[in-house]
């Protein structure tokens, strides 16, 4: 069982920066792709960024140029730097690995972003 555990969520000023980690545990990490995935109350979850085994990455239209998803395998971790913050990105930000129907979650780290 792949476990992973998200941290660096809290809370932050328009404008803002934030550093999220996922750290992983008992999976071979370099061989499966990463991800951060958000939800809002009362909205779907949506992809925020992915990267690849080979560094690869994609983002969503609105994050493209203020996030960035980078992964360290010898420390079995995916990273997600946000800056210039905005309320909408308000959200429980969640880690993948392994993709969204078989691979796994971690429980999620709040970011609020408010005034």
């Known amino acids: 069982q792949v476990q992973l555990v998200e941290s660096g969520g809290g809370l932050v000023q328009p404008g803002g920066s934030l550093r999220l980690s996922c750290a992983a545990s008992g999976s071979i990490f370099s061989i499966y792709a990463g991800g951060w995935y958000r939800q809002a109350p009362g909205k779907q979850r949506e992809l925020v960024a992915t990267?690849?085994?080979?560094?690869?990455?994609n983002y969503a239209d609105s994050v493209k140029g203020r996030f960035t998803i980078s992964r360290d395998n010898a420390k079995k971790s995916v990273y997600l730097q946000m800056n210039s913050l905005k309320p909408e990105d308000t959200a429980l930000y969640l880690c993948?690995?392994?993709?969204?129907?078989?691979?796994?979650w971690g429980q999620g780290t709040q970011v609020t972003v408010s005034s």
């Open positions: 993948n690995v392994g993709g969204v129907t078989f691979g796994s």
């Open positions: 990267i690849t085994t080979a560094g690869s990455t």
